[in-house]
């Protein structure tokens, strides 16, 4: 019952028992607990490709609601077994893996839209709901959801809260915290806060709210969420605009979101290899062969006239930076074809090789020409490949650091933190950081002095004391 | 030197001593230290029009970088005196009061515009430039600052962030905080702590720029903010509805939310006495004698028909709902003079009487009209006048609880807390809250317990001892 399985603030873990298995098992039914090696393995990571970020949970345990969560903690604090909540497992930093083991907290069955409120323009959710499916239920009412992560099909809106998930809207519409306005959280002993409501201002005290959202379920678990609804834009207007090279391209950024005088829904870059791998894959026809760089640019609104003006803004920056191609969709499919080679970029550079490093990286939006520079000195100095896409419109990029075929693993092992401490040292000059919607996990955790100060990490960690004094929830995460 | 003013964590304060004030004096300047009588008084309140919220503060210190802030947080943390930051003055919580005496910062000489980076997008300012100022400079760039509080032309972009600021705006734009993407913050220790910066997402760690923007100068004292700039709309259409009572005004708000298929920019709510007080002092021939209830709708945006017509959507709803009359402002001017009707209402209502309590109640947006039933009740029960008027679409309404003429100020400062303690109770029936924008101060901290669990006070207090562990930073305000 003692066996340390890991170190703790105040003392180590204790393993999972075979009694607290049976408790789980009667608190949660004996069809929702797990602890065979398949299951273990399914729940032991998330999307993060490297099999060394992985680690294998005791127990894994699917309540069904707030109640058996604030018992489930109850045990775990008297028990002392840390508790990694996961939901969709689509995160791309380790953040739902049980780094100490101990109990896997899945929250797949909590997958209930509770309520569409058309008065107040509020969804009040599970976080088990898979994002998309909120924005398709309340889509009826002329309402959707502004976030737009681009695992939407798959990620569960509790992930996208405990990361703060942005996405491909994110320049018009903010990221997720946006439009949260309240939540139900557990905390590690067992106690249930309510922070925030259908209200959609609140200033009384301080902001717990946008503390737990990003938290990466460090501070507690979370069990219910207050979402803001907006009306659904009735028009969009899709352009790939393709470049010789991606300097061409990134300069045109600057001059939209300055110049243009409208704020797009969406800028997303994609480099040279990734368009090839992406279209590739696609068997696209779009002519994306002698591209260096394609931008897929995006306006919504209300009123059709308005919508093909700002299109037409957008475009006529584009003409300015002699692109080789404007592809405008004509319909709602070639909007989505569009974005499809977008979305296709990480599933066609993963196929490329198992060994890779997704980063995440953002800077102010004018430093980005300057870190496409670097990373094309890194992929000279290490010899790499570096492609890279992502949301260029707020300055981040998706970096997919990729092991050299010719290289051992456990040559990529020793190199990758040096490319990786090169590439966030740029990041940090030019006044970025290492994540911008992925969040820090495990993944990044030892490169968090980089861009922090002692003070800051150690302001976080008194923070995490406050809420969970025995560190018992997700263990190991953001920082030590 | 040892003489306790107040009750602070693990001890007493000390008052500010002859030699503090020479080393204040020699730090700063002497011109910019100053403890005479005339001084004390004008920094001892801000704008809540009370006189027993106010609170000398013992010595006015008005530093001109954040370097003397730092010495300054040093000398008061080795001397044990709390420290009282100071903006504009132009708070209704009683926020900037001074409650234990100590030292008044004012940051009144920190007022510099220190860099508007058109290529990111991003204004750097010290914390004591006006609002409005910093929306007129970045004008001729074709940019602005959407943070619109009522209090533009003298208030400070600093206050607007430790309150989180709201205004008229907020519906379509939203609140001071979602345009902070960085904070320069000096801690109780003197430390400074870079948070953010020109970035536009940043998932790294908790969010502690937003847990400092509305903690009200109890976490920090901040020295520089990041503000994201928004290209500036180019046209805007505002339109005045008179109604005959105003439940059929506020039925118009959740119409235009839900049906109208677009965000408005500001949708304002004046009552029928506040209307009459207004449009009295102005001299207003805008037909508001018979009306019960006014709404001031704007919409903003780039294209002027696209203005027009979601202008004519706003008044196609307000149609829906019998109004008494559509004014619709043909010119900027027109514009300004509707506006003029709203932003004079908080000074006709104080002409009316010093002694009122100036609410700043906040609710589902649902729930208005339930609360301006409940104000009618509270009315007369209590034989008071609670005039109302505020940020109708987003559910924010300003009650301003007005002394009875027959009663005496003790039988006042008796009953008060009586219609405040109703009030609330409301409030937090309805799912609202105690503030929406003016923040707690020490007004509002007796009610705090009646819209947050103990629970969730004692995690900002512990929140609290981490940035500030002797409580001398602005001691007495939120929570004691």
């Keep these: 019952?003692?066996?340390?399985?890991?170190?703790?603030?105040?003392?180590?873990?204790?393993?999972?028992?075979?009694?607290?298995?049976g408790e789980l098992a009667e608190l949660c039914g004996a069809a929702n607990v797990a602890n065979d090696a398949k299951a273990l393995a399914r729940y032991g990571r998330d999307q993060v490709p490297e099999e060394r970020y992985a680690h294998l949970p005791e127990v894994i345990v699917k309540p069904a609601s707030t109640g058996e969560i604030a018992e489930i903690m109850r045990?775990?604090?008297?028990?002392?077994?840390?508790?990694?909540?996961?939901?969709?497992?689509?995160?791309?930093?380790g953040g739902a893996v049980p780094l100490y083991g101990g109990i896997c907290l899945s929250l797949e069955r909590m997958n209930r839209i509770l309520e569409i409120d058309t008065k107040n323009l509020i969804a009040v959710v599970e976080p088990g709901v898979v994002t998309n499916k909120l924005d398709e239920a309340v889509r009826p009412f002329g309402l959707f959801f502004a976030g737009y992560p681009m695992s939407e099909e798959f990620c569960f809106i509790g992930g996208n809260v405990a990361e703060n998930a942005g996405g491909g809207r994110a320049i018009k519409y903010g990221v997720t915290g946006r439009y949260i306005t309240g939540l139900e959280v557990v905390l590690a002993s067992g106690e249930i806060l309510q922070l925030g409501g259908k209200r959609l201002k609140d200033v009384t005290g301080y902001d717990l709210v946008s503390l737990v959202v990003g938290s990466e379920g460090t501070l507690g678990v979370i069990t219910k969420v207050f979402v803001r609804l907006m009306p659904r834009p009735a028009h969009r207007s899709t352009t790939a605009a393709l470049f010789a090279d991606a300097r061409s391209a990134m300069a045109v950024v600057?001059?939209?979101?300055?110049?243009?005088?409208?704020?797009?829904?969406?800028?997303?870059?994609?480099?040279?290899?990734?368009?090839a791998e992406s279209c590739g894959?696609?068997?696209?026809?779009?002519?994306?062969?002698?591209?260096?760089?394609?931008?897929?640019?995006?306006?919504?609104g209300t009123h059709e006239s308005q919508v093909r003006a700002d299109a037409e803004v957008l475009r006529a920056v584009c003409r300015a930076h002699a692109p080789l191609a404007l592809i405008l969709a004509e319909s709602?499919?070639?909007?989505?074809?569009?974005?499809?080679?977008?979305?296709?970029?990480?599933?066609?550079?993963?196929?490329?090789?198992?060994d890779q490093s997704i980063e995440d990286i953002v800077?102010?939006?004018?430093?980005?020409?300057?870190?496409?520079?670097?990373?094309?000195?890194?992929?000279?100095?290490?010899?790499?490949?570096?492609?890279?896409?992502?949301?260029?419109?707020?300055?981040?990029?998706?970096?997919?650091v990729q092991?050299?075929?010719?290289?051992?693993?456990?040559?990529?092992?020793?190199?990758?933190?040096?490319?990786?401490?090169?590439?966030?040292?740029?990041?940090?000059r030019l006044g970025g950081t290492?994540?911008?919607?992925?969040?820090?996990?495990?993944?990044?955790?030892?490169?968090l002095p980089l861009v922090m100060s002692d003070r800051q990490i150690e302001l976080m960690r008194q923070i995490k004391r406050a809420f969970d004094p025995q560190g018992l929830l997700n263990p190991g995460k953001i920082f030590d």
């Design 1 to 21: 019952v003692d066996e340390t399985i890991g170190a703790a603030p105040g003392g180590g873990f204790r393993a999972v028992t075979e009694a607290i298995i």
């Design 75 to 93: 045990i775990a604090t008297r028990e002392r077994v840390p508790v990694t909540p996961r939901g969709a497992g689509s995160g791309l930093s």
């Design 254 to 275: 600057p001059a939209i979101m300055t110049g243009g005088g409208i704020v797009p829904t969406s800028i997303e870059f994609i480099d040279r290899s990734s368009l």
């Design 281 to 300: 894959m696609l068997h696209e026809t779009i002519p994306y062969e002698d591209a260096g760089a394609m931008l897929l640019l995006e306006v919504d």
């Design 332 to 354: 709602e499919a070639e909007s989505e074809r569009l974005w499809k080679i977008r979305k296709t970029v990480p599933w066609a550079l993963k196929r490329r090789t198992a």
């Design 363 to 400: 800077v102010p939006i004018a430093a980005i020409p300057e870190v496409l520079d670097e990373l094309r000195r890194l992929e000279g100095e290490f010899g790499v490949a570096i492609p890279c896409f992502g949301h260029a419109g707020d300055g981040n990029l998706h970096a997919h």
């Design 403 to 428: 092991k050299d075929p010719s290289w051992s693993r456990e040559e990529w092992q020793v190199r990758e933190p040096e490319i990786l401490t090169q590439l966030y040292e740029v990041v940090a």
């Design 434 to 447: 290492i994540s911008g919607e992925h969040g820090i996990g495990h993944k990044r955790k030892p490169y």
